[in-house]
């Protein structure tokens, strides 16, 4: 099962991508993949978890099954979309220099 962000939704098909976290391109989907969340409820940036399909008479094409809302903290970022590091309070900041005076 991969883990990923929703980065398209159009919403007149019923359709979007997801870009998974750990694999290249993006993976497709439709509406009717998703489980126990309604098309109508999901907006670009929400973290997913989800199994790759392919598709029929296709070689590199992917479509995403079982397309679940997860949380975010499986993907490292925060519920808006942040990176965890930028928020946490010992995360790695630099120096400041004479340009930023």
């Given at each position: 099962m991969g883990v990923g962000v929703i980065a398209k939704l159009v919403s007149e098909k019923g359709i979007g991508f997801?870009?998974?976290c750990d694999?290249?391109?993006d993976v497709f989907f439709h509406y009717s993949a998703l489980e126990g969340t309604p098309f109508e409820q999901l907006?670009?940036?929400q973290a997913v978890s989800f199994?790759?399909?392919r598709l029929a008479g296709t070689r590199n094409r992917r479509r995403a099954a079982k397309v679940e809302l997860c949380d975010p903290r499986l993907l490292g970022r925060t519920?808006?979309?942040e990176p965890l590091a930028a928020r946490h309070p010992k995360a790695?900041?630099?120096k400041p220099?004479?340009?930023d005076k």
């Amino acid at each position: 099962m991969g883990v990923g962000v929703i980065a398209k939704l159009v919403s007149e098909k019923g359709i979007g991508f997801i870009k998974p976290c750990d694999e290249g391109g993006d993976v497709f989907f439709h509406y009717s993949a998703l489980e126990g969340t309604p098309f109508e409820q999901l907006t670009e940036g929400q973290a997913v978890s989800f199994e790759i399909d392919r598709l029929a008479g296709t070689r590199n094409r992917r479509r995403a099954a079982k397309v679940e809302l997860c949380d975010p903290r499986l993907l490292g970022r925060t519920s808006e979309g942040e990176p965890l590091a930028a928020r946490h309070p010992k995360a790695r900041r630099r120096k400041p220099t004479w340009r930023d005076k």
